[in-house]
């Protein structure tokens, strides 16, 4: 009987010992590493370029904005107006982030990695999904505040402060809409494919090729179709529970939309396209982890 000629070999490998910090710990490093996806932190030069050059844009025009209000004593923007001249940023903004959190991974074949234990299938979408919103967030809100600390310092008296402090926070609840209803889309979009220039096409496509839409039911001879129109377009979407909401703050010549008795439609189509948009994006996930 011969005996066993197998050999053990050493070769250094250790058990991890360290502690075990956990599914929380685990999504948190993914939202913030989204948020820097974003951004293009922590990666090549080149990623830099776009989303910089538009940080830069929206913070040239909200010190345009302050400067203008300093020197001709009046505002010139309203905090809710700024997030409205700058929507069509936030479309570029999104076609390029997108695909850059969810679309990379897909084409990787990396996500069986983000499924194993201890993450459940739902918080990698739910952490990408919250890292946009993040960025798109802070891509209006930053020259927001930026805009109130510049009229907080010419303002006389703690009142006025209080004052301006009080349309703050309205422009600040609108730039998280805007947030929210367009990273809800723009991820979904991006979800679908592995290719990143097909997510940022599909992305800018669906943005900006609803709007002739919007156009055509505007002009119907139909009055509840015309106040309607806003509903078929994200963009205008948004902009239809702003009006509802705060008027005062968006249509300063006392013209605009005329919503009619609308205006909780447009909130509850917000709402309904915001949750659609996490539903499929969790359900788009499930079917990939069952792969």
């Given at each position: 009987m011969s005996e066993p000629t197998g050999v053990i070999h050493d070769i250094?490998?250790?058990?991890?010992?360290?502690?075990?910090l956990g599914r929380r710990h685990v999504f948190g490093a993914m939202y913030r590493h989204g948020v820097r996806t974003a951004f293009g932190l922590g990666r090549s030069a080149?990623?830099?370029?776009f989303p910089w050059l538009l940080v830069g844009i929206v913070l040239?025009?909200?010190v345009a904005a302050t400067a203008m209000r300093t020197q001709l004593g009046q505002v010139v923007m309203t905090y809710a107006q700024f997030a409205?001249?700058?929507?069509?940023?936030?479309?570029?903004?999104?076609?390029?982030?997108?695909?850059?959190?969810v679309s990379r991974d897909l084409r990787s074949g990396v996500l069986p990695l983000y499924f194993s234990r201890p993450l459940p299938t739902a918080d990698?979408?739910?952490?990408?999904?919250?890292?946009?919103?993040?960025?798109?967030?802070?891509?209006?809100?930053?020259?927001?505040?930026l805009m109130f600390l510049g009229a907080a310092f010419t303002s006389?008296?703690?009142?006025?402060?209080?004052d301006e402090l009080l349309d703050l926070l309205p422009g600040l609840l609108y730039a998280g809409l805007w947030a929210a209803v367009f990273a809800s889309v723009g991820l979904l979009?991006?979800?679908?494919?592995?290719?990143?220039?097909f997510a940022a096409g599909g992305i800018v496509a669906v943005f900006l090729m609803t709007t002739p839409?919007?156009?055509?039911?505007?002009?119907?001879?139909?009055?509840?179709?015309?106040q309607l129109a806003g509903i078929a377009s994200p963009s205008t979407l948004v902009q239809g529970v702003g009006i509802w909401t705060m008027r005062d703050q968006l249509i300063t010549e006392g013209e605009g939309p005329d919503l009619g008795s609308f205006g909780p439609v447009y909130a509850l189509v917000a709402v309904a396209l915001i949750a659609a948009g996490v539903a499929l994006l969790l359900a788009r996930y499930r079917k990939v982890a069952a792969r």
């Open positions: 250094g490998y250790q058990r991890y010992t360290g502690p075990r080149k990623a830099k370029i040239m025009v909200a409205d001249n700058m929507s069509w940023l936030v479309i570029f903004f999104v076609a390029v982030a997108a695909p850059e959190l990698y979408p739910l952490a990408k999904l919250l890292a946009l919103v993040t960025a798109l967030w802070l891509l209006l809100g930053a020259p927001q505040l006389d008296g703690m009142g006025a402060v209080w979009i991006a979800s679908l494919t592995g290719k990143r220039a839409i919007v156009g055509v039911l505007s002009i119907l001879p139909s009055q509840a179709a015309n």
